[in-house]
């Protein structure tokens, strides 16, 4: 079992920047390809950004591309997604998972709770 919690979210005005955290503990953190996916109210939940065990690769949705940063800090078991140039339409809840490399949300075997991410206009 990985236990994930996220933190960092709020409200943030557009054009504005907020750093969401990860922390995890249970099963050996580097075991996973750690992701960001977010549901907006009414919406199926997406893919942003994903990070190997290693920290060397990353992906992200074409929507984030250039805008959001994922990272992973080993020793610490936290991952992170920094985003930046903010949007009204990044408002949306944001989960941390551990899982296999991938995009899809049947990827992913663990889960976090979320984290609230508003951006008013």
């Known amino acids: 079992q990985v236990q994930l919690v996220e933190s960092g979210g709020g409200l943030v005005q557009a054009g504005g920047s907020l750093k969401l955290s990860c922390a995890a503990s249970?099963?050996?953190?580097?075991?996973?390809?750690m992701a960001w996916f977010r549901q907006a109210p009414g919406k199926e939940r997406e893919f942003v950004a994903i990070?190997?065990?290693?920290?060397?690769?990353?992906y992200y949705a074409t929507s984030v591309k250039g805008r959001f940063t994922i990272s992973r800090d080993n020793a610490k078991n936290a991952v992170y997604l920094q985003m930046n140039s903010l949007s009204p339409e990044d408002t949306a809840v944001y989960y941390c998972?551990?899982?296999?490399w991938g995009t899809g949300v049947h990827e992913y075997d663990y889960w976090g709770q979320g984290t609230q991410v508003t951006v008013s206009s």
């Open positions: 990070i190997s065990w290693s920290g060397t690769r990353t």
């Open positions: 998972a551990a899982g296999n």
């Open positions: 249970g099963r050996t953190f580097t075991n996973y390809a």
